[in-house]
């Protein structure tokens, strides 16, 4: 069972202090049975978010592309400086954000967003007014993937770092769903990378190894008929991890 009440609670106008929209990213996924020992062991370095004396969140993100899935085959091919571009509620809030994240190298990502009245099912001229300022010649996207999940969010009492863990990821493409029960996605944020993180060694000592994985990515690659070759690794661990959960991530 994940026992949340061990946390001190903080706000999220403490939490926004501190946004970590330039920040280095590490993910790791493993199955959600190891979670209760992990946080028992990271209670007294973090605090968890708590809004309206909620400390689990649902969020649900409409990702964009271009016909013919260029941002996807952006990180597919490995392409440095690829882009994400998404909606985002945050259902707890009702806050909804335009966001573009741009990947500067294989940890740093910088992720400019933008505040929208509601979420949208199409790019309004504004949201492309953001997109196109990366590209030399503009792109048209269209909606590719709905993404559901529920988040905990920890934030580190000495240091500007944040864990996220998403649990209960739903992938969404017109009528077809993918529910992955059981999985974590984790992510740690840092202004720089740190091997001394309480994360980090908690992981470690578990044998849960950092994953290249991305939310958007692997749901196009389970839906769609694209190529996938560059993310068969993540994908046959994905598949492992959901069916043994005892395995080592490894």
């Known amino acids: 069972m994940i026992d949340l009440q061990q946390f001190e609670g903080i706000s999220l106008a403490e939490m926004e202090a501190v946004k970590l929209l330039n920040r280095v990213d590490s993910k790791y996924i493993f199955h959600k049975n190891t979670l209760p020992e992990i946080l028992k062991e990271l209670s007294p370095y973090y605090s968890v978010l708590e809004i309206n004396q909620k400390r689990t969140h649902s969020y649900e993100s409409l990702y964009f592309d271009t016909d013919d899935y260029q941002l996807y ?48 099912k199409q790019l309004q001229s504004i949201d492309y007014q953001l997109f196109n300022s990366f590209l030399q010649t503009s792109e048209r996207l269209q909606d590719q993937l709905w993404i559901y999940f529920d988040r905990i969010t920890l934030v580190r009492k000495d240091l500007a770092e944040r864990l996220t863990l998403d649990l209960n990821l739903v992938f969404q493409k017109g009528n077809a769903r993918k529910f992955n029960n059981g999985l974590v996605v984790a992510e740690i944020k840092q202004d720089k990378g740190s091997v001394f993180s309480p994360v980090v060694q908690s992981f470690r000592k578990r044998h849960i190894a950092q994953s290249n994985f991305s939310k958007y990515s692997v749901g196009i690659a389970t839906l769609e008929k694209v190529k996938t070759n560059s993310f068969k690794p993540v994908l046959l661990k994905l598949g492992k991890i959901i069916q043994e959960p005892d395995t080592p991530t490894c």
């Open 73 to 120: 085959y952006q990180h597919h091919n490995g392409k440095p400086n690829r882009l994400k571009v998404r909606y985002r509620r945050y259902s707890d809030t009702g806050l909804v954000f335009f966001e573009v994240k741009k990947k500067i190298s294989n940890s740093r990502t910088i992720k400019y967003r933008e505040e929208r009245v509601s979420l949208n």
